[in-house]
């Protein structure tokens, strides 16, 4: 959520910056409000004025003897209209805070200005992608082959979008998820954490998903329990982590706070109708590694690179070609500063492919879950966020099928796996 002071002191800058990435900002209706805002304030300053000299001269004409009746009830008639304005200002500091949660963030200085993905600008690359002797088969062939990776019996359970893993692909899923988190526990201080899979409306409100994208949630309601006891299954782990500062006053010597967790993540997939439809690469439910970071407002462009070195070490380790790209304006997430993607080659489709995206969002989350830190003067400051996956298991599992297949069927095991596959070096066609 943006800081009320920035519209109330720059609203034509702001309004320009918020167009940079296609927010057509409503001047008059922020100006009408706060019109009503000041008379509403005014008027009260003035009655409470007059009730303090009023109250001052009921006492007076007590001491005097004097009858303070018509005093009495101009106090009275006063009580009524404060109560009102009270009202009043409520209401419509309400309706501002509501526009404020659905108003997106403000881009760093440094995001390109562009209209789509088209204007993404190519940070680095890293590895080459594999030359194969023989056609490449994507990881819905690779599945069939091996066995394991099966769309027939998730449909049957669950319908569209949605997936089954047996046997050693199962494993190697599971493996990519514990390596991961060896990973970033052991070699890049995260903490690592075990968290609810079901969140409440204010969790979901303090990172961003909601008001805005209740259409992509699922939720849940125990029986026969009303809408607005709604609960909902969380999109990513980034929520229940980054709220674990919600309402919080952090000691400004515990930052920064960096956390991973492994959890399954649920997408309604609103809006994709059509997209990806082949395979696991955009569905319901998947896993993901989340890695966020808590930080002081003055490191937090250091900690968002920082953070995009971790998902990329997952792939330099795992020996995956990849790529990481700046998002233009106009492809930057609701919530987000600043966001680098990092791109996986598929050889299956012969493109990068989005793997992890991660974001600083400033203190945009923070003001939202009033998430402090107590600075070096003592005063309670809004502490900034970045998240990010460090990365999403099934599309690293499509990754490493397509990248390591052999022209058997089979499929090679990333040597930094085979530990934890129980020594097992590939996974032979049929098995």
């Not at 089954?164 to 890049?188: C, I, K, P």
Request: proline share 4%; aromatic share 8%.
């Amino acid at each position: 959520m943006l800081d009320i002071q920035l519209l109330r002191n720059d609203l034509p800058g702001v309004a320009a910056r918020l167009k940079t990435r296609g927010y057509v900002l409503d001047v008059s209706r922020f100006e009408a409000a706060e019109a009503r805002r000041k008379a509403v304030q005014s008027r009260t300053q003035e009655l409470q004025a007059r009730r303090n000299s009023a109250s001052k001269e009921i006492g007076a004409a007590k001491g005097r003897g004097e009858d303070a009746t018509a005093l009495l009830a101009e106090v009275a008639g006063l009580g009524d209209e404060l109560k009102t304005l009270e009202a009043d200002l409520a209401a419509i500091q309400s309706d501002q805070r509501d526009w404020l949660l659905a108003m997106p963030n403000l881009l760093h200085a440094s995001v390109p200005i562009g209209a789509s993905e088209a204007q993404n600008v190519e940070i680095r690359r890293a590895g080459e992608p594999k030359t194969f002797g023989f056609e490449v088969r994507d990881h819905v062939d690779i599945g069939a082959a091996i066995g394991g990776l099966e769309f027939d019996i998730s449909a049957k359970l669950s319908g569209s979008r949605f997936h089954t893993l047996r046997g050693s692909v199962a494993r190697l899923h599971r493996a990519l998820g514990q390596w991961m988190l060896d990973l970033h526990t052991t070699e890049h201080g995260y903490t690592e954490c075990y968290v609810p899979y079901i969140v409440n409306r204010a969790a979901l409100t303090g990172t961003g998903q909601l008001p805005k994208f209740e259409d992509d949630l699922f939720w849940v309601t125990k029986g026969g329990a009303p809408a607005e006891d709604r609960m909902y299954l969380i999109p990513t782990a980034e929520v229940p982590l980054t709220n674990f500062v919600r309402e919080e006053i952090i000691p400004g010597d515990r930052l920064p706070l960096k956390l991973t967790a492994h959890t399954p993540c649920f997408r309604s997939e609103a809006g994709s109708y059509g997209k990806d439809t082949r395979g696991m690469f955009r569905v319901h439910q998947y896993d993901k590694v989340e890695v966020v970071q808590i930080v002081h407002p003055d490191r937090s462009y250091d900690a968002l690179e920082e953070l995009v070195g971790h998902a990329e070490s997952v792939l330099q380790k795992l020996g995956l070609p990849y790529r990481v790209v700046l998002l233009c304006s106009g492809d930057t997430g609701f919530g987000s500063a600043k966001t680098y993607d990092v791109e996986v080659w598929l050889p299956g489709q012969g493109k990068y492919r989005e793997i992890s995206s991660c974001s600083n969002y400033e203190a945009f989350q923070a003001r939202r879950m009033q998430a402090r830190f107590r600075g070096a003067q003592g005063k309670p400051e809004l502490v900034h966020t970045i998240n990010g996956s460090a990365l999403a298991i099934g599309r690293t599992l499509i990754a490493v099928l397509e990248n390591y297949q052999r022209a058997d069927g089979g499929v090679d095991i990333p040597s930094v796996l085979q530990a934890y596959m129980g020594g097992m070096t590939s996974i032979p066609p049929g098995h």
